[in-house]
Each structure stands twice: as structure tokens, then as C-alpha cells.
């Protein structure tokens, strides 16, 4: 059986949410990994790195499936996956001013749930 303390993330419980430095703004060294995500996913859900990995795997084909088929994906209380259709149009560079064509493209936007935004609000 797996034991909560034989898993360690970054050199501390993956389990123990306390031990973690918080998150920064997406810049720096306190980002989640996808290795540190599913080393949490297995500790939670009682599963092996690679069925956590498989998992994980699956959930992002599946969100990917969903928005080059014009879905949305929404699971209540965490948010919604969107597909979005940019508008072709003219862009700057930043450095020299120049404008430069944007062509047409598709993207995808997430809009957080209010049980996301409770927790981050807390």
C-alpha cells in the first residue's frame, strides 16, 4: 500500500498542502509542476504516479477534445473551459512599434467558479 510519506514533491509531503511554499505569479521557482500535480493526485486518490499520470493525461485529452469540437467543458464549482475565435487584426512590436498582421486564430479561455473563487478568496 502507499504510504502518504514515501512521496515526496520537491522535497517535501506531496500530501501536506502547510509544508508547501504558495504559489507566485507564475514566474517563479514556488510554481506547480505537472510532476508535483500528479504526485498530489496519487497521494489523494490512493493510485500510483502512473495511474495519477494516466489520469491526468486523459482529463487533458479530454478537455482538448471537447474545444476543437466547439464545446465547453464545465465542471461546477472549479470553472469552464471556452472556445474562443480571435478576429484577425494588427499587432505591435513592443520594441520597434512596427505593426504586424495578426492572423485569425482560435484559442481557449477559463472563466473560475465561485467554489474556486471562495478558495482563493478564502
Do not use: C, H, W, Y
Amino acid at each position: 500500500m502507499l504510504n502518504a510519506a514515501d512521496i515526496r514533491v520537491g522535497g517535501v509531503f506531496a500530501f501536506d498542502a502547510s509544508a508547501n511554499p504558495p504559489f507566485t505569479d507564475g514566474q517563479g521557482e514556488n510554481d506547480m509542476t505537472k510532476a508535483e500535480l500528479i504526485g498530489r493526485m496519487a497521494v489523494a486518490a490512493n493510485i500510483s504516479r502512473d495511474q495519477a499520470k494516466t489520469a491526468l493525461e486523459a482529463f487533458t485529452e479530454g478537455v482538448v477534445e471537447a474545444l476543437t469540437q466547439g464545446r465547453d467543458v464545465k465542471l461546477i464549482g472549479f470553472g469552464s473551459f471556452s472556445p474562443v475565435d480571435r478576429k484577425a487584426g494588427v499587432a505591435r512590436n513592443p520594441q520597434t512599434g512596427e505593426a504586424i498582421a495578426r492572423a485569425a486564430s482560435r484559442t481557449a479561455r477559463f472563466r473560475p467558479g465561485e467554489g474556486l473563487k471562495s478558495a482563493l478568496n478564502g
